[in-house]
């Protein structure tokens, strides 16, 4: 078994207190992580302040910048070592971590080590009463020590979409990745020593949410900002923990994702995107689609065709080849999306193909495994067609008009993503416009620019990050006025 350990101002630090790493395969124990208390906390926001005050505050932008850079190729040099720590503590396919997680974890310092080199700032010239005037420019500064709270579905990504901005920008960061996916965190603190970022620029803590390690760091008066991503629920909970000395919260959260999909689409495009959308990381993506409106002239057909993809789509671990589905990434988590297979089936669904847990071989029988699934007849009252489920499992309904669809399609309080599929430009614009989420996707999905803003509306989240956006977070802007 692996021993995980926190990693504070440079160092691995070990603890008293462990809880174990099960395997999402089969549910055997795969790391002994050790638990931070509110000793460690301490330590790494006081480490995390000391390397602002000292060698990471000191540094030029430019220096800044060229050690996130090589950050990048150390990352890069260590892929096999990520994609082996991401796909045993989520059991993803090899291939999926190996063309987006990891990929990715690199590209997010990247894109901010190269943009933090090219921001322009403001200049005003004001008019003063004795005629000679004023010169007004901003600057940026660091905002401070970021607390970063992480889920366990995409974790390298998740963490360093945050992290990569946060250090750019010049802060230090203590991390607390879930406690379902512990190591890819730790092993990034490796590779920051062996490039040499400063000893206290990143810090991971690991544990829990209440009372643990999460709630501690949220908690921590001397954590300047809080940015996290996870479910509605905790960010309600963290955001009242930031309330405490009004410090900034910036607030990745939960969605009840849209696919419109219009009898003109490109159908097999269509399939395709829907599949992925729905199915992908088993359906543990925050922009996952998990209701798909289909015009009714093609519903039937869809339906079909869906259910065949579905039913192809291979499941099994991450190395087997040409595996697409892995298993959840808990028991718990497990339990919840079968939880929803039944009450779905109790309410009445046809359940198109899945609906519980696939046959597996004796020695994975432990493991976390559900069928992928789909429904139709159920409402959209449902709470099928309301709740997040987070699971590889959608409900397909028909519609018949474009203003009903957009009404249905908004009718949730959440606003994370939407993937609509026609061929005629008008509508795609039109609809594009009315749906209320923050990233609306036209004949793709989960196709990301790393500069354009990124987050949710209604309870989806609060902020912006992506390109010039995350600066708002990363960094106050301060107003010099020099009077001539
Ligand atoms: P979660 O909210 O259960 O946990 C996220 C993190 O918060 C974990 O590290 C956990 O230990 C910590 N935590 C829990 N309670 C806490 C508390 N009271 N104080 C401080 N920390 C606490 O989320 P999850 O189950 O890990 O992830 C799945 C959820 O995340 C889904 O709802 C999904 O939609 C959402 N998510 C959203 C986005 C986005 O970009 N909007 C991205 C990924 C995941
Ligand atoms: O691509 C991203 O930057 C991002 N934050 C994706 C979120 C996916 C949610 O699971």
């Known amino acids: ?65 060229g050690m996130l850079s090589a950050l ?103 991390v607390k990745p879930s406690e379902e996916t512990p190591q890819t965190a730790t092993l990034l603190g490796e590779v920051m020593n062996q490039v040499g970022i400063p000893a206290g620029v990143y810090n991971v803590v690991h544990g829990f949410g209440p009372d643990s390690a999460g709630a501690f760091l949220t908690e921590h008066p001397k954590v300047n900002a809080i940015t996290f991503t996870g479910e509605t629920r905790t960010g309600t909970a963290i955001m009242k923990a930031a309330a405490q000395g009004a410090r900034p919260v ?41 209701r798909i409106y289909v015009e009714r002239p093609l519903f039937e057909k869809f339906v079909q065709r869906l259910k065949e993809g579905a039913e192809a789509l291979k499941i099994g671990c991450p190395d087997d080849e040409g595996v697409e589905l892995g298993p959840l990434v808990s028991r718990e988590h497990q339990e919840k999306v079968l939880s929803y297979y039944r009450k779905a089936a109790g309410m009445g669904a046809t359940v198109v193909t899945g609906g519980g847990v696939p046959p597996m071989p004796e020695r994975l029988a432990q493991g976390c495994w559900v069928q992928p699934t789909i429904w139709t007849g159920l409402d959209d009252d449902s709470i099928i067609a309301r709740e997040e489920i987070f699971g590889p499992c959608v409900l397909v309904q028909p519609f018949d008009a474009e203003d009903e669809v957009i009404r249905r399609a908004n009718d949730t309080e959440y606003g994370l993503a939407c993937s609509i599929w026609t061929q005629n430009l008008s509508r795609a614009h039109r609809v594009a416009a009315q749906i209320e989420a923050g990233l609306v996707w036209v004949n793709s999905w989960f196709l990301r620019e790393l500069r354009a803003p990124f987050g949710g509306s209604k309870q989806s989240g609060i902020g912006r990050e992506g390109g010039v956006h995350s600066l708002e977070f990363y960094t106050e802007l301060r107003n010099i006025c020099i009077k001539l």
């Open 250 to 290: 910036s607030l990745e959260l939960g969605g009840k994702n849209p696919a419109i999909v219009f009898a003109d689409c490109d159908l097999d495009a269509a399939i395709e995107g829907c599949l992925r959308s729905s199915f992908s990381n088993s359906g543990q993506v925050c922009l996952a689609t998990e």
């Open 1 to 65: 078994m692996k021993e995980i350990r926190n990693f504070i101002n440079g160092e691995f630090v070990e603890t008293a207190r462990h809880f174990t790493k099960r395997s999402p395969m089969d549910y055997s124990p795969i790391a002994r992580v050790h638990e931070a208390g509110k000793a460690e906390i301490d330590r790494a926001v006081e480490a995390a302040h000391a390397a602002l005050r000292g060698p990471w505050g000191n540094l030029s932008l430019s220096e800044r910048s």
């Open 72 to 174: 990048v190729d150390a990352i890069t040099l260590r892929f096999d070592d990520f994609l082996e720590a991401e796909c045993a503590d989520t059991g993803k396919p090899r291939s999926l971590a190996a063309h987006l997680d990891i990929p990715r974890g690199a590209a997010n310092f990247k894109v901010f080590a190269d943009l933090i080199r090219s921001v322009p700032a403001e200049f005003f010239e004001s008019a003063t009463p004795d005629g000679r005037g004023a010169l007004n420019y901003s600057i940026r500064r660091p905002v401070g020590v970021i607390g970063v709270v992480c889920p366990w579905n995409l974790p390298l990504l998740l963490m360093t979409w945050k992290v990569g901005p946060a250090l750019a920008c010049g802060n230090t960061v203590v």
